[in-house]
C-alpha cells in the first residue's frame, strides 16, 4: 500500500489568463498544495510570476501555498513573497553564498522554510541543513520550463534523501518532487520516499484536470 502523500499541482502549467479556474480546479480535485513556480530568466531561462500574482490567489483560495524561487539573490523576494500569503517559501540551494542566513530570514517572516536542489547537484551541499528546514525539494528536471520527462537517478537521491531523515530522526522534513512526476510512475516516486508530488501539465494539460487530480490521490489505495 503506498502511504498517503500531499498533490501540489503548479499553476505554471494551468492558463495564466484564468488562475481562478486553476484554483477551482485544485480545490475540486481535492488538491493540498498550490505550487507557485517562481522564475527570473537569470537562474533559470524562463520568466514567470511574482508576489503580486501570489496575492492575488491568496486572497482566492485557503491552501497551502508553496512558493518555489527559482531566482538568484532569493533573500530579496522573501519578504515580498511572505507578505503575499505564501505558506511555504523554497529557496535553490545553489542560489545562495550563505543558505543558513535565507533560512532564518524565511523563518522570521512567518514561513515554512524549503531547500531545493537541482538534478546535478551533490547532496552533500545540503544535508546539513536538513534539520532546519521543513522541506527539501528534489528537482526531477533542470528548472525552467514544465512538460519535461523524470530524470533517471532521481529516484535514488530521493531514497537516499529518506535515509538520512530516518537515520537522524528528521521525518518531520517533507521530501518534495518537481518535475515529470506522472500518473504512470508517482507510485514509484512515493515507494521512493516522497511525501509531496508537484504535477504540472499532467494535471492541467489533461481532459480532465480534476478526476487527473482524484486519480493520483487513488494511488494512496494501492
Not at 511572505?82 to 523554497?90: E, P, Q, R, S, V
Request: charged share 20%; glycine share 8%; proline share 5%.
Amino acid at each position: 500500500m503506498t502511504k498517503n502523500f500531499k498533490l501540489a499541482p503548479s499553476i505554471l502549467s494551468a492558463d495564466f489568463s484564468d488562475l481562478q479556474s486553476a484554483l477551482e480546479i485544485c480545490h475540486q480535485g481535492g488538491a493540498d498544495w498550490i505550487h507557485v513556480d517562481v522564475m527570473d530568466n537569470q537562474f533559470v531561462p524562463n520568466l514567470t510570476i511574482g508576489p503580486p500574482v501570489v496575492k492575488s490567489l491568496r486572497a482566492k483560495t485557503q491552501k497551502f501555498m508553496d512558493v518555489h524561487m527559482m531566482v538568484i539573490d532569493p533573500e530579496t523576494l522573501v519578504e515580498p513573497f511572505a507578505k503575499a500569503g505564501a505558506d511555504n517559501i523554497t529557496f535553490h540551494i545553489e542560489a545562495v553564498d550563505d543558505p543558513e542566513n535565507i533560512i532564518d530570514l524565511i523563518r522570521s517572516c512567518g514561513c515554512k522554510v524549503g531547500v531545493s536542489i537541482k538534478p546535478k547537484t551533490s547532496l552533500s551541499h545540503i544535508l546539513p541543513l536538513l534539520e532546519k528546514v521543513d522541506v527539501v525539494l528534489v528537482m526531477s528536471v533542470e528548472p525552467g520550463f514544465g512538460g519535461q520527462g523524470y530524470l533517471p537517478g532521481s529516484s535514488e537521491k530521493i531514497s537516499s534523501i529518506k535515509s538520512f531523515l530516518i537515520e537522524n530522526c528528521l521525518d518531520r522534513v517533507l521530501i518534495e518532487v518537481d518535475g515529470g512526476v506522472k500518473l504512470h510512475n508517482a507510485g514509484a516516486v512515493l515507494e521512493a520516499g516522497a511525501d509531496v508530488l508537484v504535477a504540472g501539465s499532467e494535471v492541467f494539460k489533461s481532459n480532465n484536470p480534476v478526476q487527473t487530480i482524484k486519480d493520483f490521490y487513488k494511488l494512496s489505495n494501492l
